[in-house]
């Protein structure tokens, strides 16, 4: 069964790189058969998507927030990484991974539980 | 980018009554859409995708149609566990991908 677990600090200072990772079990994170995302929600808001990456290293990230996000993996820890940088309060928010089957990329299921990213010096 | 509006933004409903949820999309996603089921500090669930295939272990009262740039979502009888916030989302074209901004099923 395909399970992810976020992980990384709930608190991080204004202008800094917030820096997340999510653990991948059930499947080899260089299956061909998923792409592996981030998605983001502030607080009482919507989701937002920040990227996905897949297994070849390809990544595809959300025009708003290209600048500033890089998604990365390593396969030796089955482990894919979501690094953004020069946060605001306004990148405040729960920050979600997820797999999508990459038939039909890109519908996420499964997802994390979440983790609480919260900005503020 | 393609942007996904969800109506109504509350929906009040009695226990086994029927809902209906509406996302449009502002240019046609063909069925490449997907609906999610989030509940108070959990992770969304995916309900449906290919705009009208129930995901695995999704109970047959939740059904979806529709394509192009109208979709909706109908729960047939509602649940007690079905008062959750509700999204649709496109990947039909992206990046991005797209959500909608949600519907919350409440309790009349």
């Known amino acids: 069964q395909l399970q992810l677990q976020e992980s990384g600090p709930g608190l991080v200072k204004p202008s800094e790189t917030l820096s997340l990772t999510c653990t991948v079990s059930?499947?080899?994170?260089?299956?061909?058969?998923?792409?592996w995302g981030w998605i983001r929600q502030p607080p009482g808001k919507g989701l937002e998507w920040i990227g996905n990456i897949y297994y070849s290293g390809s990544t595809y990230y959300n025009p708003s927030l290209k600048s500033r996000v890089t998604i990365s993996v390593d396969t030796s820890k089955n482990q894919f990484s979501l690094k953004l940088s020069s946060v605001t309060a306004a990148d405040t928010a729960v920050y979600y991974c997820?797999?999508?089957?990459?038939?039909?990329?890109?519908?996420?299921?499964?997802w994390g539980q979440g983790t609480l990213v919260t900005v503020s010096s | 980018e393609i942007v996904m509006t969800q109506s109504p933004a509350t929906l009040s409903v009695s226990p086994g009554e029927r809902a209906t949820l509406s996302c449009r999309a502002s240019?046609?996603?063909?069925?490449?859409l997907a609906w999610y089921q989030q509940k108070p500090g959990q992770a969304p669930r995916l309900l449906i995708y290919?705009?009208?295939i129930r995901a695995t272990g999704i109970p047959a009262r939740f059904s979806g149609s529709g394509s192009g740039t109208e979709f909706t979502l109908t729960i047939s009888s509602l649940q007690s566990e079905d008062f959750a916030v509700y999204y649709c989302?496109?990947?039909?074209?992206?990046?991005?991908?797209?959500f909608g901004g949600g519907t919350k099923v409440e309790i009349k």
């Open positions: 997820a797999g999508a089957d990459s038939r039909y990329c890109c519908w996420f299921d499964p």
């Open positions: 059930g499947t080899s994170i260089s299956s061909s058969n998923y792409y």
């Open positions: 989302q496109q990947y039909n074209k992206w990046p991005p991908l797209t």
């Open positions: 290919g705009a009208s």
């Open positions: 240019q046609s996603v063909s069925s490449n």
